[in-house]
């Protein structure tokens, strides 16, 4: 990769470094940028331990970082709350790491992730679609503004997976701010194009 992804690790190390002041029980981790799609398996085999007591297996993915700073502070505290019950021996996660159970929202919730009330169980996937609440924005507002900075020096040069490449034509889901969100599903290219703002709330999707 031409460009060092150096100023997103340090942005993502900072992050890291401020969500373990917050819960102390979360292991340091060594994370990774990929140009494949994010998994949809979370369950607790891909956590190995280092030497130095760091955390492998954190990968930031392609697809995340093009949706954004608020979609990459998500996927970090999410998989942050799976670490957390990793690092507890609490299984939260069923049918090979899709089905999020119970105790991953309860873990979530301590990393600033919520999951909307009286929103139902998705169907094979459980409790997964948890969300920023306005204090973990507020709360990362730095970390934020260090990703926007950061995500678009790096993702110029990574290699996205395309249709001839992966077999299929990759596709985000963009959702909005409303309560119930609404959302869509949409290829990587056309959501890079520009912002799409919800005509109800008036915020981009994301």
Known sequence: MPTSPGPLLAALDVLWGRLRDEVPELPPIRPTISPTPRRRDHGPERWTTDDAGSVSGFVVSADVLQAGSEATLTMMLHD????????????????????????????????????????????????DDVRLTDETRARHIADLTALDEAIPLVLPHLNLPTSSSAGRVDRLTLRCKCEPAR????????????????????????
């Open 183 to 206: 959302s869509f599903r949409i290829s990587q290219t056309v959501a890079a194009a520009g912002p799409i703002i919800c005509g109800v709330c008036g915020k981009p999707f994301a």
């Open 80 to 127: 942050a709350a799976h670490l957390l019950n990793w690092s507890r021996s609490i299984a939260d996660t069923t049918m090979r790491g899709v089905y999020h159970n119970q105790a991953f929202v309860t873990a979530a919730d301590e990393v600033g992730l919520r999951w909307p009330p009286g929103q139902h169980r998705i169907q094979g996937r459980g409790y």
